[in-house]
Every structure is written in structure tokens, then in C-alpha cells.
């Protein structure tokens, strides 16, 4: 049998490898059930029957958000551009009042704060009065988020046509590619100072987000000093430090992200608990002296043989008993798999490096590293990130 997604050295389809009993069991179970499902007569069946008829309309639900999903993150993009948050959160407001804080016309006013409440951004309380609905509420005051919702305007782009952004040279830049690199965001001439202030602002509202999803399913109550490499302004670590006041930290990183990055912190946590160490991760020696070191959002920017070796020399530089922490979104997570690969997968394909990983990749990695043990901690929201400890 050949298999259309796999190529031999001269680009004509490979044959598959020879498959189990068991494989071949898989695979006819699951072409009968497909040509099932994909039955007009079957669907309609479905829609009929009490029982079932709940499950078709959420399949057909959710379809259907796929299908017009992009319309939905446009009304987050436009609530959030006019600001519409805000004024809702002084309501009830009318649309008349809207139209003249957002400058649209009363009917289109109209149309986006219908378009808001069907997200549930936006409540209409009383006839013509408008205030925030419940997940409103939870955006006006998640800067983070907000952020987010306007630093896609770059993936959109990128993803205009996705074929072509798929058979592309993942080196030729993208949009994304262009606004992540990393010290031409961090260090902009004038012109750029809007792009780098919305780099500052994303970098540590969604690292705030990691930091308190790491904080609320591990305890660092046993480590007394802690290295956050690849660590960039000290988000994570300045989080961490306000429930370990004592704990000694240590942030590596370019010279020129730790020049930037390390007197602020120092100015906030004490010049004792905080030290600096410029370098460069795949190039030079990880730090020594700290019992635990952290990547924070880091393999996932990276292809494989990157990842590999910076995983191999953090491992060079433990001693038997220390650990490292990665904490990012994963693959094939329960509850969070359209965020892993289909989110990230085409995020990071987009950025021209990396990809989102399984936690069972991610510890084969660390093991073929030579990590002694892995462990799996669930974050509570697995959409934002996942743990997985590595012991030396």
C-alpha cells in the first residue's frame, strides 16, 4: 500500500511499512466507520432518533464554528480595536452612543454589538441598553487576551492562503517570522516602537498566563534557587518570586535581552535573589548552581535537532537530582488538541521554526537527552500550557 504523505529521497510516494494484525484491524474498523458517518442516509437517521439526535446537533455545531470561525476572532478583533469593552462596561449604553465612541454608523454600531452578543461579549439588558455579557466581563479586564486578539492580525495574513504558506520555503519570511525576530522586536529603531511595545505588552501578559498555570499544579516549595533560560524580561520569574520571595533566581539569556531585562528586576526583587547570565543557549554552557531549570514556551519554537541539543546541554549542566521544567502547550493534549496542532501546529509553521510536541515526545526527547526520569503535570487550562519535570 502507498501511503500519500510519505516520500522517498526523490519525492515519489514510499510504500508503508508492512502492517500488524492489529493495524490492519484499526484501519478497516475505522474506513467503515468514516463511509458510516459520511452516509446522507445515516445523518439523517441520526437527526431522528432522541438519543442521538443531541450528539448530530453538536457535531453539526461544531462544524460549523470551523467553517465560519475566522468571522467569529474578527468580531473579538473589532470589539476589542473600538474599544467596545470598555464602554460596555459602563453601561447600559445605547447604540446611538456606541456609534459615536467607535465612529461607525448607528446601524453598524448595531451590527457589532449584535455580532458581540452572540459571542456572549455583549448583553442587551434592557431595549436598547447594552452592557457587557459574561464573557465580556472576563475580556474587559484580560489585557493579555486582548493582546492576543489583536497580534493575529499577523497569522491571518500569513494563512490567506494556507496551501501556499505549506509548500513554501519555511525560511522565506512570513509576518510572524518578521515580528518574532527576536532582537529586532526587543531592540526596533523609532519607527518600530509600536511593534515593540506590543511585543513587551504580549510577551508578559502570556507569560504572566503560563506562570500562573506552572504555579497552580507544581510547588517549588523544595527548590531554593531556580534558572530560567531563554527566560527574555523576567516575566516568569517575576511571577514565581511573588509566592517564593526567598527563592535565589537566575535569568540567561542574548546579552543584549539580558542587558535590558536585568535591572528592572533587580530594582524589584532585590540584587541578592536575581542574577543575570548573557549567552547563548545552543552555543554556550548553561549555568550551573541552581537546583532546577526552567524553559518557559522554549522547545516549541525549535525544530527537532535544536530542541535535541539545547535539552542535551541543560542535561550537561545538572548533577544527578536536579531537574528541569518545560512548560508550554502540547499536542495531543486531552481537552486541548485543536489548540496543540491545529492552532500552534500552523502557528509555529507559520513563524518558520518549531512545533508543538506530545508530552510523550517531549519526555523521549528529554530521556534520549539523558534524563533519568519524566513526569506529566496537567496545568488546570491545558490550552495555555502543560508541565513536563525532568529529574538529572
Known amino acids: ?34 463511509a458510516i458517518f459520511g452516509s446522507n442516509a445515516f445523518q439523517y437517521w441520526c437527526a431522528r432518533l432522541p438519543f442521538i439526535r443531541g450528539v448530530a446537533k453538536r457535531r453539526a455545531t461544531q462544524m460549523m464554528d470551523h467553517i465560519v470561525g475566522f468571522t467569529y476572532s474578527q468580531v473579538l478583533k473589532a470589539v476589542v480595536e473600538t474599544e467596545l469593552l470598555d464602554l460596555l462596561a459602563n453601561g447600559p449604553i445605547t447604540a446611538n452612543e456606541v456609534a459615536h465612541y467607535t465612529k461607525l454608523s448607528e446601524d453598524a454600531a448595531l451590527a457589532l454589538l449584535r455580532a458581540a452578543r452572540a459571542l456572549d461579549l455583549s448583553e442587551e439588558v434592557v431595549e436598547d441598553g447594552w452592557m457587557l455579557g459574561q464573557q465580556g466581563a472576563v475580556l474587559v479586564a484580560d489585557e493579555g487576551t486582548q493582546a492576543m486578539i489583536q497580534h493575529h492580525r499577523l497569522l491571518y495574513r500569513d494563512l490567506l492562503e494556507p496551501l501556499e504558506l505549506l509548500r513554501g520555503d519555511r525560511r522565506e519570511p512570513t509576518e510572524l517570522s518578521r515580528y518574532w525576530s527576536y532582537a529586532g522586536a526587543l531592540h526596533g529603531a523609532a519607527e518600530r516602537g509600536r511593534e515593540t511595545a506590543e511585543y513587551s505588552r504580549l510577551m508578559a ?47 540567561f539569556d542574548l546579552p543584549e535581552v539580558v542587558k535590558t531585562g536585568l535591572d528592572p528586576l533587580a530594582s524589584d526583587l532585590g540584587d541578592t535573589l536575581i542574577e543575570g547570565h548573557p549567552g547563548n543557549f545552543f ?90 526520569r519524566t513526569r506529566l503535570i496537567a496545568g488546570p487550562q491545558p490550552v495555555i500550557a502543560s508541565m513536563v519535570v525532568a529529574t538529572a
Open 1 to 34: 500500500m502507498l501511503m500519500p504523505d510519505e516520500s522517498s529521497p526523490d519525492g515519489s510516494p514510499r510504500a508503508s511499512p508492512p502492517r500488524s494484525r492489529r493495524e490492519r484491524w484499526r484501519i478497516g474498523y475505522i474506513a467503515r466507520r468514516n
Open 205 to 251: 501578559a502570556s507569560q504572566r498566563y503560563v506562570a500562573d498555570q506552572v504555579l497552580a499544579a507544581f510547588s517549588f516549595s523544595k527548590t531554593q534557587s531556580l534558572l530560567d533560560v531563554g527566560g527574555g524580561h523576567g516575566a516568569f520569574l517575576r511571577r514565581v518570586s511573588e509566592d517564593y520571595p526567598a527563592m535565589r533566581l537566575g535569568l
Open 283 to 372: 552555543e554556550d554552557a548553561i549555568p550551573q548552581g541552581y537546583d532546577m531549570v526552567s524553559l518557559v514556551r522554549i522547545l516549541h519554537d525549535h525544530d527537532d535537532g535544536p530542541a535535541a541539543s539545547l535539552l542535551r546541554n541543560i542535561r550537561a549542566s545538572l548533577k544527578p537530582g536536579q531537574r528541569l521544567l518545560i512548560a508550554e502547550p502540547m499536542a495531543r493534549n486531552p481537552g486541548a488538541e485543536a489548540m496543540g496542532e491545529a492552532f500552534f501546529g500552523f502557528y509555529l509553521w507559520a513563524m518558520g521554526s518549531g512545533r508543538a510536541r506530545s508530552p510523550a515526545e517531549i519526555k523521549a526527547m528529554l530521556h534520549e537527552a539523558g534524563f533519568a
